[in-house]
């Protein structure tokens, strides 16, 4: 699971996804053109941020780019080579594509808290 993070009429919003990594690019699906699909179309700028742990360390990556909506025919069959299904019911048939301009990230391993006087 990740999050979209654009601004939309002015406002920050973010947005949950299941995504894959694809050509070191971000890829997601989604049916709702009203809300998601339609900012990206109208602010292509996005952040998109995923993190995960263990029981001994965790990370976090926050990529920074731009969305584009797929249409050719060609860009979608590779999209779809990647294999990610929908977690909810539903079709999905719209992919969306993050191609980053810059990539940060952090890793971090669990321990005992230490007491700052």
């Not at 742990?53 to 025919?73: A, C, D, M, P, Q």
């Not at 590779?78 to 810059?102: C, H, I, N, Y």
């Not at 990539?103 to 808290?113: A, D, H």
Request: proline share 5%.
């Amino acid at each position: 699971m990740g999050r979209l993070v654009m601004c939309v009429e002015g406002s920050p919003e973010i947005f949950p996804v299941n995504y894959v990594v694809q050509r070191r690019t971000v890829l997601f699906r989604t049916a709702n053109f009203a809300s998601k699909l339609f900012a990206l179309v109208m602010n292509a700028r996005v952040v998109f941020e995923a993190d995960d742990y263990n029981v001994s360390e965790g990370w976090s990556v926050i990529v920074k780019g731009f969305g584009r909506v797929l249409h050719t025919n060609e860009e979608i069959e590779e999209a779809q080579r990647a294999q990610l299904m929908p977690w909810t019911a539903g079709r999905k048939p719209r992919f969306v594509r993050v191609d980053p301009t810059e990539i940060s990230g952090r890793r971090f391993r669990f321990g005992p808290s230490v007491d700052i006087d």
